[in-house]
């Protein structure tokens, strides 16, 4: 039974990291598996355990190290299951986690797609785990670079993959699964777009309550920000950085509306 995979995301303010957290609600599950009885095969690649054993299936044709009730394996041979045995597919457990990646692809404000560095997170983490507590990963820039060429991380669209090899104990076979998100990372165009909110009112002090056009440009600035956040959940990849690049560009060198 594959793992629902999922990850939550969290961008330090000070934009110098990502902070991602294994959410997935099923590790060490049963519950939602499928019982494979008498006259049903085995099927590669997918984690058993052996749950009722008359002695009849010799599992360890597929990988088991024995064909005793509760042994857990990953099967690396179809076999049928005979009469009054039965197996239950499960989900990797925690300790079983052999390997945990992390690739980045960054669509940046000047539109051009980056491949990062990939990131060992069973080794970041100090693998072998216990607890999903543990699936906590801090993602900086120097990890994505592999240098410390900047302190922050650049706005952008970030394409992860998510990779965790699980294998159990016994057969050593290889359990892979993967999850590919996209997360909209933008703190330096924030940053930059709160700095002239900020200034609204010593300008107004300024120019003694008249309206000036930077104080517009901020306005602007700002409800274009709270646009893109509204709509990173729903619009397409496409349009978000468009929007990001059109922030970005406005924050850096003004806007051409007149006010």
Same mark, same amino acid.
């Given at each position: 039974?594959?793992?629902?995979?999922?990850?939550?995301?969290?961008?330090?303010?000070?934009?110098?990291?990502?902070?991602?957290?294994?959410?997935?609600?099923?590790?060490?599950?049963?519950?939602?598996?499928?019982?494979?009885?008498?006259?049903?095969?085995?099927?590669?690649?997918?984690?058993?355990?052996?749950?009722?054993?008359?002695?009849?299936?010799?599992?360890?044709?597929?990988?088991?190290?024995?064909?005793?009730?509760?042994?857990?394996?990953?099967?690396?041979?179809?076999?049928?299951?005979?009469?009054?045995?039965?197996?239950?597919?499960?989900?990797?457990?925690?300790?079983?986690?052999?390997?945990?990646?992390?690739?980045?692809?960054?669509?940046?404000?000047?539109?051009?797609?980056?491949?990062?560095?990939?990131?060992?997170?069973?080794?970041?983490?100090?693998?072998?785990?216990?607890?999903?507590?543990?699936?906590? =990963?801090?993602?900086?820039?120097?990890?994505?670079?592999?240098? $410390?060429? &900047?302190? *922050? !991380? %650049?706005?952008? #669209?970030?394409? /992860?993959?998510?990779?965790?090899?699980?294998?159990?104990?016994?057969?050593?076979?290889?359990?892979?699964?993967?999850?590919?998100?996209?997360?909209?990372?933008?703190?330096?165009?924030?940053?930059?777009?709160?700095?002239?909110?900020?200034?609204?009112?010593?300008?107004?002090?300024?120019?003694?309550?008249?309206?000036?056009?930077?104080?517009?440009?901020?306005?602007?600035?700002?409800? =274009?920000?709270?646009?893109?956040?509204?709509?990173?959940?729903? $619009?397409? &990849?496409? *349009? !978000? %950085?468009?929007? #990001?690049?059109? /922030?970005?560009?406005?924050?850096?060198?003004?806007?051409?509306?007149?006010?």
């Amino acid at each position: 039974m594959d793992l629902n995979l999922s990850l939550s995301y969290q961008e330090q303010n000070d934009n110098k990291a990502i902070v991602l957290t294994d959410t997935t609600d099923d590790w060490n599950d049963a519950t939602n598996g499928t019982t494979r009885v008498a006259g049903k095969s085995t099927v590669v690649g997918v984690m058993y355990q052996i749950v009722l054993d008359a002695g009849a299936t010799d599992f360890t044709g597929a990988g088991a190290a024995n064909s005793d009730s509760g042994t857990r394996f990953v099967a690396n041979a179809i076999i049928v299951i005979l009469t009054d045995d039965s197996l239950l597919e499960v989900t990797p457990d925690f300790d079983e986690i052999t390997a945990i990646t992390l690739d980045t692809n960054i669509t940046g404000v000047d539109g051009v797609e980056t491949p990062k560095t990939q990131v060992d997170l069973y080794t970041l983490n100090s693998g072998p785990f216990t607890l999903l507590s543990e699936l906590e =990963y801090t993602v900086t820039p120097t990890l994505l670079e592999g240098t $410390a060429t &900047t302190d *922050e !991380l %650049i706005d952008g #669209l970030y394409e /992860l993959t998510y990779t965790i090899t699980s294998t159990d104990a016994v057969s050593l076979q290889a359990y892979t699964q993967e999850l590919k998100v996209t997360i909209l990372v933008y703190g330096v165009v924030k940053v930059a777009t709160y700095k002239k909110l900020r200034n609204i009112s010593t300008l107004y002090t300024c120019k003694d309550g008249a309206v000036a056009d930077e104080m517009s440009e901020a306005d602007f600035c700002g409800a =274009y920000l709270s646009c893109i956040e509204n709509s990173a959940y729903i $619009a397409k &990849t496409e *349009e !978000l %950085i468009n929007m #990001l690049i059109v /922030l970005d560009n406005i924050v850096k060198n003004g806007s051409d509306i007149t006010w």
